[in-house]
């Protein structure tokens, strides 16, 4: 089955405890990004990377690291997390940033990150 | 920039009422519009897509039009079910920008 799976899917922890959320997709998509959703403001882009070893900041970077270093992961790094950081984080990917017929963006069940 | 305004919910309704929800954007150049429902618990999954100018996006009973002159997209169903209960993204894409931009979510929720 095609799908986006993050883990964990719920965490709850301390400001400063280093933390890494997994992304990992089986769709052998070249285009992977990371949102975060906050009442009221929808979800806004993080990162994002259009293939292995190219990521680019997205809105929202401050606080945050991603690495992709294979096709199917693009994990999510917070290093000192802060309670700002509490949200839901959805991890997304898509076959060809250029549009066509491969423009479907596919979603994570996404992650509830509780910072205290 | 680029943006997408949505109307404010919730929204409630009676099982078998007609739904619009309204969604107009602001884009330089051609985006592609898209429709995303999320049902609690869940993530995000695409509902309907149109990717130029007058194309018709329809699916499970859900339509939207990609209107040009109007920079709308609203999302219409003739008759929504208690199942339909979910929060509606509407979004744009555009190549330029390597990013989904969404709008701030409209729950919508149908009483029986």
């Known amino acids: 089955e095609a799908q986006v799976t993050q883990n964990p899917r719920y965490l709850i922890t301390v400001t400063g405890k280093k933390l890494t959320v997994t992304c990992s997709q089986n769709?052998?998509?070249?285009?992977m990004s990371w949102y975060r959703q906050d009442p009221g403001l929808g979800l806004r882009q993080i990162y994002y990377s259009m293939n292995v070893e190219v990521t680019d900041k997205g809105d929202v970077p401050e606080g945050y690291k991603v690495s992709r270093k294979e096709k199917r992961n693009f994990p999510l790094i917070l290093e000192s997390p802060s309670p700002n950081q509490t949200s839901l984080y959805f991890c997304?990917?898509?076959?060809?940033?250029?549009?066509?017929?491969?423009?479907?963006?596919?979603f994570g069940p996404g992650t509830r990150l509780t910072v205290l | 920039g680029n943006s997408v305004t949505q109307m404010e919910g919730p929204v409630t309704l009676s099982e078998e009422a007609f739904l619009t929800i309204n969604c107009t954007y602001t884009a330089t150049g051609y985006p592609s519009l898209f429709w995303y429902v999320q049902y609690p618990g869940e993530g995000l999954q695409l509902l309907l897509k149109a990717t130029k100018a007058d194309d018709k996006g329809s699916n499970k009973g859900f339509e939207a039009t990609y209107r040009k002159e109007t920079t709308s997209f609203h999302l219409e169903k003739g008759s929504v079910q208690v199942s339909d209960s979910a929060v509606y993204f509407c979004?744009?894409?555009?190549?330029?920008?390597?990013?989904?931009?969404f709008g701030s979510g409209t729950r919508l929720l149908v009483r029986p």
């Open positions: 769709m052998n998509h070249e285009y």
């Open positions: 997304a990917s898509r076959f060809d940033q250029r549009g066509g017929l491969a423009d479907t963006q596919y």
């Open positions: 979004a744009l894409w555009m190549d330029s920008s390597y990013k989904l931009i």
